[in-house]
């Protein structure tokens, strides 16, 4: 019996030596010392001995367990060793491979024609002015020139508050808040913003939308210097080969009053115009509310919708593609302006 587990032993490590791979450990591991494997049927054979014996070939049996346990333990270490080393052999790494792409946002195509516009006027010396979105009456309409009775807010309903507070239905209360703020000495400000309507919205309206509002008082002041800022704001946004059209308007804060037309290239190479903006000289009354003496003191003001500019600048013709969030919209937009 000794003979025979000395052989067994034998054999054992002598496969053990051999094996290649792991899954071949595991299978002598399986074959030898697993419950039904050769060393424990061994351990079964004790009854088949006298009393006697039974101890000495039981230690036996163990030592025989622990050394080829061993072996396999000793064997699989070194072949997990060497597969370790051959995959980091193998597993060069490749520096010239491109990276992870990280996705990375971009910035909203409204705020692109906000910023474009922010960096020309600020270039020429204004300021940017900001203004509260849920707004007084008295800023939005009375010192903008629009008294309680006037025909012209019907064309501005909003959602009110309280019968004084409403979401402003411009950013023209921008002007009478920054008036008000620097107490009678000259300015140059643009104010950008959301603005809110009473509209069903659809394709080309919507109930929210942005503008930028813009604002001189200086003394000196003529509609040239007007036309000069929107020539250049236009020719920054669209292109220097563009051109404007001033028509006669009405607004209740600006006398004279225009709408501003930008220039574009019809299919059939003529020279069409699209309506822009609005803009004129600032109403003596819009001056006198805000703290500034009419007689010494000149401005001229516009309003632009910046969604018009970004539906004409981008060619989009849905104007809710602008507040749906969808990023195959909004991914367009990556690194344009910039
Ligand atoms: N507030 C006007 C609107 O929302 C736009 C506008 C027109 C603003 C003429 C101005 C201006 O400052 O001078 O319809």
């Known amino acids: 019996m000794i003979e025979y587990l000395i052989e067994l032993i034998k054999k054992a490590l002598d496969e053990v030596h051999a094996a290649h791979d792991l899954p071949g450990v595991e299978e002598i591991r399986v074959r030898y010392l697993s419950k039904k494997g050769e060393v424990s049927l061994m351990m079964g054979k004790l009854r088949d001995l006298p009393q006697e014996e039974r101890p000495a070939f039981g230690q036996k049996v163990n030592e025989a367990k622990e ?4 072996a396999l333990y000793v064997k699989k270490q070194a072949l997990e060793e060497a597969e370790l080393l051959k995959t980091l052999e193998q597993e060069k790494i490749d520096v010239t491979l491109p990276g992870y792409q990280f996705y990375q946002g971009s910035i909203h195509p409204l ?6 516009v922010e960096d020309l006027f600020v270039g020429l010396g204004y300021e940017v002015a900001e203004g509260p979105e849920v707004e007084n009456d008295h800023y939005n309409f009375e010192m903008m020139n629009l008294a309680k009775d006037h025909p012209a807010r019907a064309m501005q309903d909003s959602f009110y508050i309280d019968e004084n507070t409403l979401l402003r239905t411009h950013t023209s ?3 009478a808040r920054t008036m008000l703020l620097k107490k009678g000495e000259p300015l140059r400000i643009i104010c950008p913003g959301k603005v809110y309507r009473r509209d069903d919205d659809d394709p080309t309206h919507s109930h929210q939308f942005m503008q930028i509002e813009g604002l001189v008082i200086d003394q000196n002041i003529s509609f040239a210097n007007l036309k000069d800022a929107l020539l250049k704001m236009i020719r920054h946004l669209f292109g220097e080969d563009r051109v404007i059209r001033l028509r006669p308007s009405y607004f209740p804060f600006t006398e004279p009053s225009v709408e501003v037309d930008v220039s574009y290239v019809k299919k059939d190479g003529s020279l069409g115009y699209i309506e822009v903006l609005g803009a004129g000289r ?3 009354n819009v001056l006198k509310m805000g703290g500034y003496d009419p007689l010494k003191f000149q401005g001229f003001a516009f309003g632009i919708g ?3 500019i970004a539906i004409l600048k981008y060619n989009i013709d849905d104007i809710r593609h602008f507040y749906t ?3 195959r919209f909004l991914s367009q937009f990556k690194g344009v302006n910039r």
């Open 67 to 70: 050394q080829i346990e061993h």
């Open 173 to 175: 209360p921008v002007q």
């Open 282 to 284: 600032v109403h003596p």
């Open 111 to 116: 705020n692109q024609v906000i910023e474009d």
């Open 325 to 327: 969030n969808d990023i």
């Open 306 to 308: 910046v969604e018009r």
